[in-house]
């Protein structure tokens, strides 16, 4: 199923129709905005756990050991989400987004880049679930919860072999994520991460 965000479908509507309760989740996004989380708050409180896989760029600790700085301006939104940024209630959404993080998700930064973006949705019990694969990142415009000049280009996995193939690319990318090397800096990115969020408003 090809998914444009205009006339051939939304991501949104795919992953709303995918999201089960009790179902787990393995994301890689290259941007992640606290206003499309905040629209599919209800969808995702229903997951019972995340694997978040975010791009980063590094900067270097006192020890000289580079660690990830996740994500940056994305959490705020482009130009498409000023709405959501105007609103007295962004304050509490990024607070909201925070503790679903801190909560819900096992989050760790690519090593390198990624170009594209990967929604996997595994169900509670038997079946194959559903992958979500293609240019849409996690923010309003790329979910398609807002207009857009951009052009998406998307495809919604259901057959068991294109979902297993592309679960186990997920896999193989978080398996040699930086989750795996910071812990020996002494530095935890996730802290750092958490209060870019809480203060993305």
Not at 31 to 48: C, G, Q, T, V, Y
Not at 108 to 115: E, F, G, I, K, L
């Amino acid at each position: 199923m090809l998914l444009d965000n205009k006339a051939q479908g939304r991501a949104v509507d795919a992953l709303r129709k995918t999201i089960s309760p009790g179902s787990s989740a393995s994301i890689l996004t290259n941007e992640f905005s606290i206003f499309a989380w905040n629209e599919l708050r209800k969808d995702m409180a229903h997951l019972e756990a995340v694997r978040l896989l975010l791009p980063s760029g590094a900067f270097p600790t006192q020890g000289g050991q580079d660690i990830p700085q996740l994500l940056g301006d994305s959490l705020q939104g482009g130009p498409e989400e000023r709405r959501y940024r105007n609103t007295l209630s962004a304050p509490n959404v990024a607070r909201a987004c925070a503790n679903w993080i801190e909560t819900k998700c096992d989050v760790r930064a690519a090593n390198a880049m990624v170009p594209h973006n990967l929604y996997c949705i595994e169900p509670p019990g038997e079946g194959h679930g559903a992958v979500l694969q293609g240019s849409s990142t996690c923010t309003a415009p790329g979910l398609g919860l807002t207009p857009s000049d951009r052009y998406e280009f998307n495809t919604l996995v259901k057959d068991g072999e294109g979902v297993g193939g592309l679960l186990e690319l997920f896999v193989s990318l978080w398996s040699v994520g930086w989750a795996e090397i910071v812990p020996s800096s002494g530095v935890e990115p996730l802290p750092e991460f958490l209060d870019d969020v809480r203060e993305a408003t």
